[in-house]
């Protein structure tokens, strides 16, 4: 087994960019995200009810519901997507609490694994929702998840904006 991001993370990534690309205060529909970026539609169920209690999503019912970002894309990171549905970022039973491994006091790998957990903590609550999705307003863009053409998960990429 690798080090690696859960699906429930990459999902909970993929709908905050999905979110993140609509007009300001847009609303989208849990089917609309969960097809759109190819979520088994009770799984994105779950990850969205995650991400409301977080506080990085609302949700409004009702006809002209949805759900929409609850905070700025500027205000939002990836350590708070990450932590939303996976709980404190934690790479093994000694990081950070040394008393859960009973060979932390002797361990010359602990300090290394600290280190490493650290760099990633670091790295995701640096990385906005913003910092994902700006480059591309920037160059007359917008980030959009699309589907590849081999049916393998969506790729972000950044699309021409529409005059309107």
Same mark, same amino acid.
């Given at each position: 087994?690798?080090?690696?991001?859960?699906?429930?993370?990459?999902?909970?990534?993929?709908?905050?960019?999905?979110?993140?690309?609509?007009?300001?205060?847009?609303?989208?529909?849990?089917?609309?995200?969960?097809?759109a970026q190819h979520i088994p539609a009770s799984f994105?169920?779950?990850?969205? @009810?995650?991400?409301?209690?977080?506080? =990085? $999503?609302?949700?409004?019912?009702?006809?002209? &519901?949805?759900? %929409? +970002?609850? @905070?700025?894309?500027?205000?939002?990171? =990836? $350590?708070?997507?990450?932590?939303?549905?996976? &709980?404190?970022? %934690? +790479?093994?039973?000694?990081?950070?609490?040394?008393?859960?491994?009973?060979?932390?006091?002797?361990?010359?790998?602990?300090?290394?694994?600290?280190?490493?957990?650290?760099?990633?903590?670091?790295?995701?609550?640096?990385?906005?929702?913003?910092?994902?999705?700006?480059?591309?307003?920037?160059?007359?863009?917008?980030?959009?998840?699309?589907?590849?053409?081999?049916?393998?998960?969506?790729?972000?990429h950044v699309v021409e904006?529409?005059?309107?």
């Amino acid at each position: 087994m690798a080090l690696r991001v859960t699906t429930a993370v990459d999902y909970a990534t993929r709908a905050m960019i999905y979110l993140a690309c609509l007009p300001e205060g847009g609303l989208a529909l849990r089917s609309e995200i969960a097809e759109a970026q190819h979520i088994p539609a009770s799984f994105m169920a779950k990850i969205l @009810r995650s991400l409301v209690r977080a506080r =990085l $999503l609302k949700s409004s019912r009702g006809v002209h &519901g949805g759900f %929409s +970002l609850a @905070r700025p894309t500027d205000d939002v990171n =990836l $350590l708070e997507i990450v932590e939303a549905i996976e &709980g404190p970022l %934690s +790479l093994i039973n000694c990081v950070p609490d040394p008393s859960g491994c009973a060979m932390s006091n002797d361990c010359p790998a602990c300090s290394v694994w600290l280190a490493v957990q650290e760099t990633i903590r670091d790295t995701l609550r640096a990385t906005t929702l913003e910092n994902l999705v700006s480059t591309p307003r920037r160059n007359g863009g917008v980030a959009r998840m699309v589907a590849s053409d081999e049916g393998d998960a969506p790729q972000c990429h950044v699309v021409e904006m529409k005059a309107g």
